[in-house]
C-alpha cells in the first residue's frame, strides 16, 4: 500500500487502461502524480483532470524536462506503445542520445533497458514498476476462475509456456499459442492482440489452443511486463482458444476480476504458473 507521504509519481503513460489504473491508485492514497501522455499513444480521457503533458513519443528532452519541473522523482512506465520506425519517432537531440548505436535495431527490453539506465543514471530518476505501484496487478499463482484445464490442456500449457520463454529469450515477443502438442502461433512486433486475430482468420483452426504470455527470461521487469485485459480474453475467445496462462507473478493482468468473469463467461481457463 502506498503511503500518502510517497513522493510524487511520474507516469510516462501510453496506451490502454494501465495508465489509468495507477492514477486511480495514487489519487486513492493521496500521492500526486504528473503524466507525461504521448501523442497518439495515451487516450484523451486518462489523464482528464489530472496535472499532466501532452509530448510526442521522440521529443525525450520536453519529457525530461517537463517531469523535472514537476519535480518528478519516482517514474513509471506504464500503457501499451505502438513502436514506430526510426523516421517515424524522429527524435530529438536528447533521444537520439539516448538511442545512439543502434539500439532501436534490439528487441523490446533491449531498447526498454536502454531508456531505463539513462532515465536513471543520466537524469536522475528512480524508475519503478507498475507493479510496485499497484502489486494487486500481478497475476497469482494457479486456477483463478471457474473454468481449469485438462490433462490434454496441459500438454498444450507446457509446450505454449516453454515457446513463448524462448521467444522471450531471444528477445523477440513475450506469447506463444500452442495446439495438439505444437507451436502454432509466436507473438510478434504486432502484439498479442495481433497474433490472436490472425488465428481466428486463419481457416481450420477449430477449437483448442493455449495462449501463454511469460516474462522474457531476465527482462528488466520495472518495464512492459507481459500483460493482460479484457481485449485478450475477446481475441483468445474468438480464435477458439481453450484458456490462457500467464507467469504468476511476473505478469499483470488490468481489471483482474474483470477479467476472471470475461473468462467464466466464455468458458476459457485462466492460469497463473511458475516457469
Not at 488465428?199 to 507481459?226: H, S, W, Y
Amino acid at each position: 500500500m502506498m503511503l500518502p507521504d510517497a513522493p510524487k509519481l511520474g507516469i510516462l503513460a501510453g496506451g490502454g487502461d494501465l495508465p489509468r489504473l495507477l492514477i486511480q491508485a495514487c489519487q486513492k492514497n493521496g500521492r500526486e502524480v504528473f503524466v507525461i501522455a504521448f501523442k497518439d499513444q495515451c487516450d484523451a480521457q486518462t489523464v482528464a483532470g489530472v496535472d499532466h503533458a501532452w509530448v510526442r513519443l521522440g521529443a525525450a528532452g520536453k519529457s525530461i524536462q517537463a517531469l523535472k519541473d514537476a519535480q518528478v522523482i519516482d517514474l513509471v512506465m506504464a500503457g501499451r506503445i505502438h513502436r514506430p520506425s526510426m523516421t517515424a519517432l524522429m527524435p530529438d537531440a536528447r533521444a537520439v542520445r539516448i538511442l545512439a548505436g543502434g539500439v532501436m535495431n534490439k528487441g523490446d527490453d533491449g531498447v526498454l533497458r536502454t531508456i531505463v539506465s539513462a532515465l536513471e543514471r543520466e537524469e536522475g530518476f528512480h524508475m519503478v514498476g507498475a507493479h510496485e505501484v499497484l502489486p494487486e496487478l500481478l497475476s497469482p499463482e494457479g486456477v483463478m476462475g471457474q473454468v481449469s484445464p485438462s490433462e490434454n490442456d496441459q500438454v498444450d500449457i507446457d509446450v505454449a509456456v516453454h515457446a513463448a520463454l524462448a521467444l522471450g529469450g531471444a528477445d523477440k515477443g513475450q506469447a506463444a499459442v500452442a495446439k495438439a502438442g505444437q507451436v502454432v502461433a509466436l507473438e510478434d512486433q504486432d502484439g498479442t492482440d495481433a497474433m490472436l486475430k490472425r488465428i481466428a482468420q486463419a481457416n481450420g483452426f477449430d477449437q483448442g489452443g493455449v495462449l501463454a504470455k511469460m516474462t522474457k527470461p531476465g527482462q528488466e521487469r520495472r518495464a512492459d511486463l507481459p500483460t493482460i485485459g479484457l481485449g485478450t480474453v475477446e481475441y483468445a475467445s474468438a480464435a477458439g482458444l481453450k484458456g490462457i496462462v500467464v507467469e504468476a507473478g511476473g505478469s499483470i493482468i488490468v481489471g483482474r476480476e474483470a477479467v476472471i468473469k470475461a473468462a467464466d463467461d466464455k468458458g476459457l481457463f485462466l492460469v497463473g504458473v511458475k516457469p
